[in-house]
């Protein structure tokens, strides 16, 4: 048999050790700000069904879904001269795998919503996958870490999720300026336009500007329908200046008319209003560029850009108010945001901002002597576990240059040598390995100095 060289799907990857401590490091800041501010854990399949997902992040979204063949002779029912791709697929397939971890979380809520209590606070920390073009920060398979609150048409709740961004990049050391729309202005702007039918394809289309530039999104808008008299009036819109009162104030005037616009604008000032109770590290304006493509936003949107890297955004989110509705449950309104734990690593890494100490969670590797010194090591290597201090025990009687070096490869910090002359004295002796230095201690002695490290 030939052999096969291993590899793995474009855009996904395979994580080291030292790589998932630090993943886990992101998740563990997320999981302690989240829990402070009272969400709660849940989790949800890898596969919905089909019916779940499609037609819940517009045209695009459908086409990256990543769609599972069924299983059996699925050949024998099939039209395969089905032109409408989208009917052909929810025929060769029943179940897809989540595109993200809100349309899920809708459709848990109906679900169990006579299990939970509302508001519902909720964290859900999962990997979603997409069928995009992989590149730098872009990724098939990636880790969403989102929070939610639904239930609640409270502005407070915006505030929150802007105030706990803040705090968790804060944590992280990331300089970040917070962007904040409202899909109602982009309502306004599409009304006053005299393109009010066409608000979705104006928000697909915007929500690209970053990426491809003005005049690649105006080309986009005609082929989507808009006039060149509507995208004239459309396109002074994309080029507000000032700080955001100023830009609400221009936006104001433009919207005399327009009570939709109105609404978005009296719904930024609120938010902006609570945020004043809060000591804020981060920057958050307004840019009525900023869309979010995916269909289900109604009112706030909200995006995290990194000031220090070249990257795409690393956390966006928004209020939907229709979602439930689709499964069946009506006016229940949530607002959430998610954090991308793939962009937000890649950020940390660039900048060096990913702790010291978080390279290996072992603290102490006691050397092996010989069969002689085990039992010793054992009883101290158990003293030190119980007092919370990870540590190991080197297996075979090797060469000490061997087991150092598999020290060093492990960044472990200390080196616990228990031999013969240790023994006599029921002492150890504790080497730093960053420093060289070593001394003589008690078991208790070593315990303090390695537990502050």
Known sequence: MATIKPTIPKGTRDFLPVEMIRRNYIFGVLRSIFESHGYLPIETPALEN??????????????L?????????FKKDVDFSEENTNILATKLCEKGLR????VPFARFVVQHQNDITIPFKRYQMQPVWRADRPQKGRYREFYQCDIDIIGSNSLLNEAELIQMTDEIFAKFKINVVIKLNNRKILSGLAEISGAADKVTDICTAIDKLDKIGKEKVCEELIERGISQETLSKLSPCFELTGC???????LSQLFANSEIGKQGIAE?????????????????????????????????????????????????????????????????SGVGISYGAERIYDVLEELNLFPDNINTPVKALFLNFGEETIAYSLKNLQTLRKAGVACELYPDNVKIGKQMTYANNKRIPYVIMAGSDEMKENVLTLKDMNTGEQKKMSIADITLTIADY
């Open 50 to 63: 089909l019916s779940t997902l499609m037609g819940k992040y517009g045209e695009e979204g459908d086409r």
């Open 65 to 73: 879904l990543f769609k599972i063949l069924n299983s059996g002779d």
């Open 99 to 102: 595109y993200d971890l809100t």
């Open 244 to 250: 955001t009162e100023e830009k609400l104030e221009k």
């Open 268 to 332: 930024i000032k609120d938010t902006l209003s609570y945020l004043t109770n809060f000591k804020m590290n981060s920057e958050v304006e307004l840019d009525i560029t900023l869309a979010r493509g995916l269909n289900y936003y109604t009112g706030a949107i909200f995006e995290v850009k990194a000031k220090d890297v070249e990257i795409g955004s690393i956390s966006g989110g928004g209020r939907y108010d229709n979602l439930t509705g689709i499964f069946g449950l009506k006016n229940m």
